[in-house]
């Protein structure tokens, strides 16, 4: 279900076989695809969970099939929280302490720990660290769970949970600041495009962030690795400004959005192989980009509507007037009335009927936050 099926620019739509589930299947089908489209390119706009195997088509692809993802082994080690943040800590770059928990136990082991610390110097501040899947977890990275806890409370959270050896957590320092994240495509370590932007967990709204400090952290980074290809990092800024990259997702962003009024990212894309002029970024006059099912899902569900409603309905009419809907191009209207009209609704239908718990629905990425998600 993906509503830019519908789209002038789709020349055509094919569904290939789950790659988490039968990966050899995938990585062929996407191969044969490729050689009967002589393709130049393939672009990854993945979910988390398929980056790694779309990482793998690489070796698999026509030899003038050019890939974005990045390279296999770099996609399996930047994925893992714990590795990246201890990558760029050998840098010299900032980045949280993260500690791998492969165990109810080991995570009962760093709480005592932590409580212990506390306790024995009970005038000196000490550190807390959220607790997170080292997987792309759907429903469990709403929940900002922090250490150190009450035992008590941290056996209740551990029953809701599974950890082990092949479903590592981490314990990572919690950094109090501004939530920031970024994209950029890179080649042999140069950064060809780069957008920034204020984040949240549920980040529906994009508007660039011109920091300098994001982005020579993310050119430092590319260049000492001399990646190619696809990578989002993501920051929480320090009062005094200080960058400390949280994780790694070696794939697109959706703040990519901003260059809706620039080709810039396009001729970036459609030619791996020019000769590095300097790094793209978004126009200046681009403005906020924003889903229109998000601002219309606020303004009706947040407390106060009766009392408030004349002075949303002018907020709702200001960001149709003077912001970017991300779907709605008036050449091309199909995905966006596909969007809201098919492929939500099919997507809530599908959940009511089969009766899997989700959290909310997500019309930039275009799925359910749901049980099981990917």
Same mark, same amino acid.
């Given at each position: 279900?993906?509503?830019?099926?519908?789209? =002038?620019?789709?020349?055509?739509?094919?569904?290939?076989?789950?790659?988490?589930?039968? *990966?050899?299947?995938?990585?062929?089908?996407?191969?044969?695809?490729?050689?009967?489209?002589?393709?130049?390119?393939?672009?990854?706009?993945?979910?988390?969970?398929?980056? $790694?195997?779309?990482?793998?088509?690489?070796?698999?692809?026509?030899?003038? !099939?050019?890939?974005?993802?990045?390279?296999?082994?770099? *996609?399996?080690?930047?994925?893992?929280?714990?590795?990246?943040?201890?990558?760029?800590?050998?840098?010299?770059?900032?980045?949280?302490?993260?500690?791998?928990?492969?165990?109810?136990?080991?995570?009962?082991?760093?709480?005592?720990?932590? +409580?212990?610390?506390? %306790?024995?110097?009970?005038?000196? =501040?000490?550190? =807390? @660290?959220?607790?997170?899947?080292?997987?792309?977890?759907?429903?469990?990275?709403?929940?900002?769970?922090?250490?150190?806890?009450?035992?008590?409370?941290?056996?209740?959270?551990?029953?809701?949970?599974?950890?082990?050896?092949?479903?590592?957590?981490?314990?990572?320092?919690?950094?109090v600041?501004?939530?920031?994240?970024s994209?950029?495509?890179?080649?042999?370590?140069?950064?060809?495009?780069?957008?920034?932007?204020?984040?949240?967990?549920?980040?529906?709204?994009?508007?660039?962030?011109?920091?300098?400090?994001?982005? $020579?952290?993310v050119?430092?980074?590319?260049?000492?690795? #001399?990646?190619?290809?696809?990578i !989002?990092?993501?920051?929480?800024?320090?009062?005094?400004?200080?960058? @400390?990259?949280?994780?790694?997702?070696? #794939?697109?962003?959706?703040?990519?959005? !901003?260059?809706?009024?620039?080709?810039?990212?396009?001729?970036? !894309?459609?030619?791996?192989?020019?000769?590095?002029?300097? *790094? =793209?970024?978004?126009?200046?006059?681009?403005?906020?980009?924003?889903?229109?099912?998000?601002e219309?899902? %606020?303004?009706?569900?947040?407390?106060?509507?009766? #009392?408030?409603?004349p002075?949303?309905?002018?907020a709702?009419?200001?960001?149709?007037?003077?912001?970017? /809907?991300?779907?709605?191009? %008036?050449?091309?209207p199909?995905?966006?009335?596909?969007?809201?009209?098919?492929?939500?609704?099919?997507?809530?239908?599908?959940?009511? +009927?089969?009766?899997?718990?989700?959290?909310?629905? /997500?019309?930039?990425?275009?799925?359910?936050?749901?049980?099981?998600?990917?």
């Amino acid at each position: 279900m993906v509503a830019s099926r519908f789209s =002038k620019c789709v020349d055509r739509f094919v569904t290939v076989p789950v790659p988490e589930k039968e *990966t050899d299947a995938y990585l062929a089908a996407m191969a044969a695809l490729a050689e009967e489209e002589g393709a130049d390119l393939f672009v990854p706009v993945t979910s988390p969970v398929a980056s $790694q195997y779309e990482a793998q088509l690489e070796r698999v692809l026509p030899e003038k !099939c050019h890939s974005w993802s990045l390279s296999h082994q770099e *996609t399996v080690l930047l994925d893992d929280k714990v590795v990246f943040c201890q990558a760029a800590e050998a840098l010299g770059l900032p980045a949280p302490a993260s500690h791998r928990v492969c165990s109810h136990a080991e995570a009962h082991a760093f709480n005592d720990r932590l +409580r212990d610390e506390a %306790a024995r110097e009970p005038t000196t =501040k000490h550190a =807390k @660290y959220i607790f997170k899947n080292l997987q792309y977890d759907s429903m469990h990275r709403l929940d900002l769970f922090t250490l150190p806890c009450a035992p008590a409370e941290l056996a209740a959270y551990l029953d809701t949970i599974e950890i082990d050896e092949a479903n590592p957590w981490t314990a990572q320092t919690f950094i109090v600041g501004d939530e920031y994240s970024s994209c950029a495509i890179v080649k042999d370590g140069n950064l060809l495009s780069f957008v920034a932007n204020a984040a949240s967990i549920s980040c529906f709204n994009y508007s660039p962030e011109r920091n300098p400090r994001l982005r $020579q952290w993310v050119q430092t980074f590319c260049e000492a690795r #001399r990646l190619s290809g696809v990578i !989002c990092i993501d920051f929480i800024v320090e009062a005094d400004g200080t960058p @400390y990259a949280i994780e790694c997702n070696p #794939r697109f962003s959706s703040n990519i959005t !901003c260059f809706y009024n620039s080709s810039a990212l396009g001729e970036v !894309c459609v030619d791996p192989h020019a000769p590095f002029t300097g *790094t =793209k970024e978004p126009l200046a006059s681009c403005v906020e980009t924003y889903w229109l099912f998000s601002e219309v899902w %606020a303004a009706l569900t947040k407390p106060g509507l009766l #009392r408030d409603a004349p002075a949303r309905a002018r907020a709702l009419l200001h960001t149709v007037r003077h912001k970017k /809907d991300a779907y709605f191009d %008036a050449h091309d209207p199909l995905p966006f009335l596909a969007h809201l009209f098919v492929h939500i609704p099919t997507l809530l239908l599908r959940n009511v +009927r089969n009766g899997n718990r989700w959290a909310k629905i /997500d019309p930039c990425i275009g799925k359910m936050t749901e049980e099981n998600g990917d």
